[in-house]
């Protein structure tokens, strides 16, 4: 499958270094292996996949994280290194241990990230040999290699970068991600690196990350499923030369948490208009609800309807596949004649059925378009939700099918 290049302009992060190498770990000649290295003075925060199955990376990442500083990311694709037992996690710390052996740092210094097939033995000779030339490799300017680098099923690359100025001076935030399929929060098969020569405090990065994620990544979905993978990294160069944010309660704090929580945005609605087969962005947004958790169970309800997605690929106007997900979401005391649901601007339901001034030609306008947004109107609270998710084509089951082969 040939990858589409469409990145924006990426402006390269002060400090920050990328590097990429061919392992051949699942194909010959193929970027699959991605070095990222930054100053031991930069901070860096992570969060990561909720599945109890995590991947040995992903228990190594944790751990490092808490033997601060860190300087480097490795990554690998095509074997996830997961559901791989003791081996899984000797080879991840090996991964750490020979690139701090040939940078000159301590192992605790490097988090090891992979991303492909589960349940196969990592190949650690052909990621060790490789290296080094991802190592010479490394320049600021190497963002659309990285973007390359770590894409498994994927096809096109995802990038986002802009500048903003704060204090009079510009701060970059640069990020790339992969994901195609196994789409699901907690976290979001995805894997995200955001760098921003910002200087941000360690906790308050953390706190930072973590809001951007709550209303990006974990706001996506493609078919339910949580990775044993995923990760979303946030490295902080300070490089920028600006005062430290060190707080939430600093002045600048939400000017930067808006501008990284965008480029995280595009990030996840970029891995959704990529889902597997995917040919439809779908934005579901669920408005006056009693609580937040509420307007995201009738919108993951509907998202991760079977029927529902198949009615947005065939584009055909079925509004009583979204209703029924509504009915079935586990609202409490749900005052059906209340309630209103539209496609776009057109009602669909009202007051119990099909609402009065809705027409099939109406539907079936939105319906043809690439991008649809749902709106369910509980008319119960004044608490709401969004989430991004896609439909579901011939093409997610050839290409999930077809995964191993």
């Not at 061919?22 to 909720?50: E, N, R």
């Not at 965008?262 to 609580?291: C, F, M, P, R, W």
């Amino acid at each position: 499958m040939s990858v589409k290049i469409n990145l924006p302009k990426m402006h390269p992060v002060s400090g920050f270094k990328l590097g990429t190498a061919c392992a051949g770990i699942k194909k010959v000649d193929h970027k699959d292996l991605v070095i990222m290295s930054f100053p031991s003075s930069a901070h860096v925060a992570g969060v990561f996949t909720q599945n109890a199955f995590c991947a040995a990376p992903v228990h190594v990442c944790k751990t490092h994280l808490q033997n601060a500083p860190i300087q480097y990311f490795v990554i690998n694709t095509g074997n996830a290194n997961a559901g791989t037992s003791e081996q899984g996690m000797v080879d991840a710390h090996t991964t750490c241990e020979r690139l701090a052996e040939l940078t000159g740092t301590v192992a605790h210094s490097v988090l090891p990230f992979s991303t492909g097939v589960i349940g196969e033995p990592l190949p650690i000779d052909k990621i060790v040999k490789a290296l080094p030339n991802a190592i010479n490799n490394l320049s600021e300017q190497n963002w659309q290699d990285a973007a390359i680098g770590i894409l498994t099923t994927d096809t096109c690359t995802k990038g986002a970068s802009s500048q903003i100025e704060i204090d009079g001076k510009l701060i970059t935030i640069t990020g790339i991600s992969k994901g195609s399929g196994m789409i699901r929060p907690d976290m979001a098969t995805m894997l995200g690196f955001v760098a921003t020569d910002a200087d941000i405090e360690q906790n308050t990065l953390q706190s930072l990350l973590k809001s951007a994620v709550d209303h990006s990544f974990n706001r996506i979905t493609v078919d339910g499923d949580t990775s044993t993978n995923d990760s979303c990294m946030l490295v902080a160069t300070g490089q920028s030369n600006t005062a430290q944010i060190d707080s939430e309660q600093h002045p600048n704090y939400s000017l930067l948490l808006k501008a990284i929580t965008d480029i995280l945005e595009h990030l996840a609605k970029a891995i959704v208009l990529d889902g597997e087969g995917a040919t439809k962005l779908i934005n579901i947004h669920v408005v006056s609800g009693q609580t937040e958790q509420e307007c995201q169970d009738v919108a993951y309800t509907i998202a991760h309807s079977p029927l529902v997605k198949t009615a947005f690929f065939a584009s055909d106007p079925n509004w009583g596949r979204i209703l029924a997900a509504v009915g079935r979401s586990g609202l409490n005391e749900l005052d059906i004649n209340a309630l209103k649901i539209y496609l776009d601007d057109v009602c669909l339901v009202s007051q119990g059925g099909r609402a009065n001034d809705y027409t099939e030609q109406r539907g079936q306008a939105v319906m043809d378009q690439d991008e649809i947004t749902i709106l369910v109107d509980l008319q119960r609270g004044n608490f709401s939700s969004k989430i991004w998710t896609c439909d579901l084509s011939y093409d997610y089951v050839k290409i999930n099918a077809e995964y191993r082969t």
